[in-house]
């Protein structure tokens, strides 16, 4: 058999090849816009009873965008968005950032990342991931004289959290770049607490213990969980309310144990220039159902706590102005 040379035939294998031509590749890039809601602290932010306290703050410099599969409660995928601007026509904080991320149906969950107090538990499960804060270290322990709040362990109050989700988001296959827009609110409420004073010269500092507040909040959903209450530690400041002395301050909560069967009590616990140690205690349940806690978030007790003079002090020296701002600036530790 004759053997037939291939070079003959490899021009015509050339001329029937086919053409070459560059390979278009889909980016699939997604616009993630947040637009910041702070509705839910506007009530002390804005209509705030003692304009003397520093306004709660709100950070929202880098958010933190997941993606979850919608059959299985699985991560698909993590990201950050962290370029804000003020939108021209709402006058309202927005942060946007591109991500990469395939067509197809997801859940997704946004929220602010790197909090102080505000702890972040199981983020990679859509139903178990909770927002939480830790309990008080033991050198704030020691510094109460109130150990324990009956049963209930004693948190740390939590930052504002911005929290953004959607149950079901599409992206479809596209050229260029796909807009998702979301409105993050905060999973966290802010409430004004105050009492009179009487001797308010003779305190040198002054914390408050609330209970039944709830110890963590759902972050797919933002909702509270109510299961084992906590309370919740406060630090106050000092003030004045019109011709009174106060001890008072804005303090953060992932919200209240709703019901009558769960009494709410706050205790003072206020040490003097000489020493001395007082604890005061209030049931303040019919306080959080009044018209100016409904519509204020204020809590006014209407009440004088009574600070003697201390014996070795003639005269009544040695105290401090009532005025914020006096304090001596105290470091809490968190454990983590």
Avoid at 57 to 82: A, H, M, P
Avoid at 166 to 175: A, D, K, Q, R, V
Avoid at 281 to 306: A, N, Q
């Amino acid at each position: 058999m004759k053997k037939t040379d291939l070079k003959y035939f490899l021009p015509l294998l050339l001329l029937c090849s086919c053409q070459f031509r560059p390979l278009e590749v889909m980016q699939f890039q997604t616009d993630i816009q947040v637009d910041l809601d702070i509705n839910a602290v506007l009530n002390v932010t804005c209509d705030i009873y003692n304009e003397h306290i520093p306004q709660p703050s709100i950070e929202s410099e880098v958010f933190r965008v997941l993606f979850f599969d919608t059959k299985k409660d699985k991560l698909v995928g993590d990201s950050f968005i962290y370029d804000d601007y003020i939108d021209p026509e709402t006058g309202r904080k927005v942060v946007r950032g591109n991500v990469s991320i395939m067509p197809g149906d997801y859940r997704i969950m946004i929220y602010t990342f790197g909090t102080e107090s505000t702890l972040i538990e199981n983020y990679d499960s859509w139903e178990k991931s909770e927002a939480y804060t830790s309990a008080l270290s033991e050198s704030d322990i020691k510094s109460l004289s109130l150990k324990s709040a009956g049963d209930e362990t004693i948190h740390y109050q939590p930052d504002h959290l911005l929290v953004a989700s959607n149950e079901i988001e599409t992206i479809p296959y596209h050229s260029g770049v796909y807009t998702i827009s979301a409105t993050a609110k905060s999973v966290v409420e802010s409430y004004y607490l105050q009492v009179k004073v009487k001797g308010l010269q003779y305190v040198s500092s002054a914390r408050a213990v609330l209970s039944s507040m709830a110890p963590s909040v759902k972050m797919s959903s933002r909702t509270p969980i109510y299961e084992s209450p906590v309370s919740l530690y406060i630090d106050l400041l000092k003030s004045q309310d019109g011709e009174d002395d106060v001890v008072c301050n804005v303090f953060n909560t992932f919200g209240r144990i709703p019901g009558s069967e769960n009494e709410l009590k706050v205790t003072f616990d206020i040490k003097t220039v000489d020493g001395r140690t007082l604890t005061k205690e209030y049931e303040i349940s019919d306080l959080f159902e009044s018209d100016l806690c409904k519509k204020h978030h204020w809590l006014l007790i209407d009440d004088v706590i009574e600070v003697p003079e201390p014996p070795d002090t003639p005269g009544g020296g040695g105290g401090f102005d009532p005025s914020v701002g006096d304090w001596e600036h105290e470091d809490h530790e968190i454990e983590i």
